[in-house]
């Protein structure tokens, strides 16, 4: 990197976002100090002004090219109920992924008609709460599935998840459509899944799903998914999954949703029947550069490196350490100027893996400077931890000038309240 990208830097912040004249850091109306003395630090900070942007833009560009489509929010990427509510309110329906998604999304008040449950590994709790609750479609990732949708009596739409056989360009750990992936069937096994369900006196075959993975920046694999669908017959719903990658760093330059929708619409609209639903489920590409996350430096340590650590790191952001994702950072109210020095920003925890950003420029960092990193809006809250006895940290909704707390910091009881001696 070199110094003149620091004047790219605030690119990476939530739209709008902006330096007062003095250099300091504002979200969406509310400067960083104020925040942080508000909230303390760590704390992530989500615009929501932008995130509200984001879904409309997702809703209008699919509706534009498939009217008959849905968008379903991949809540994984980030479960707040808070970030929920505001899908539900844009007029989304949510994809969840377990037990805990699904309450909340209730709780967010979605219509559960609108729900979308996925996972390879269901429980039976996991299933009695989606036949009890009247969720839309569970998308069937294999047999047992089956067995434990029949077990419970009721009647339930189903997808089958199809393993298209396309490998996408990113992380082996968010790879999900290559052969081999431990997500869905191939399609020979899922012929045979889907004859079995379409003589179910209980489930309903209503369709098929796919995925290919997280983080892609290039639109062909998605438009290469589509095909392998349309072997297997033709169905009333096709669920398209979502995947498209986001901007964490001045090299990454995803493709725009409608340069996304324009490849992914435009074989469905070659393969698939004109009749059917259409479903998507953007996840990162949503959330990922709404929020930003405050830290306070606590310790700068000189030497063959330069460290700089903060008073957070792998118990809020576990990116790094799991997908190697790679951040920008800056000192808060000097994103440029003089004494600028390369340095790796590193986390509280005791593990040599704890590194948020590996070789950042930083301006003269400082024991009790505050740093910004952009871009943490996606699986940073859903993968917080309590590692080191660490307490997840707040989320704060910010808009307009105001913010306000919309989930609270862990507090010392709160790590005590499950022991039982």
Known sequence: MHQADRSDLLSLFPAGSGLTGDGMLVVAGCRADDLAAAFGTPVLVVAEDALRSRAREYREELSARWPDSRVVFASKAFPCTAVQRVMVEEGLGLDVAGGGEILTALKAG????????????????????????????????????????????????????????????????????????KFGLAPPDAARLIQRIERSPRLRMRGLHVHVGSQILDVEPFAESVEPLAQLGEFEVYDLGGGLGARYTWSDEPPTVAAYLDALIGAAKQHLPASAHLIIEPGRSMVCTAATTIYRVTTVKRGAITFVAVDGGMGDNLEVALFEQRFEAGIVGRFEGPGLETVTVVGRHCESGDVLVDGVPLAGPAVGDLLAVPATGAYCYTMANNYNGNRRIPVVFATGGRARLVVRRESWDDLMARDVD
């Open 110 to 181: 979605v219509d559960p008609g609108l729900i979308v449950l996925h996972g390879n590994a269901k429980s039976d709790e996991e299933i009695a709460l989606a036949v009890e609750h009247g969720i839309g479609l569970v998308v069937v990732d294999n047999a047992d599935d089956v067995d434990r949708l029949e077990a419970t009596g009721r009647t339930q739409d189903v997808l089958v998840r199809i393993i298209p056989g396309v490998t996408a360009d990113t992380h082996s750990h968010v790879l999900t459509g290559h052969e081999g992936s």
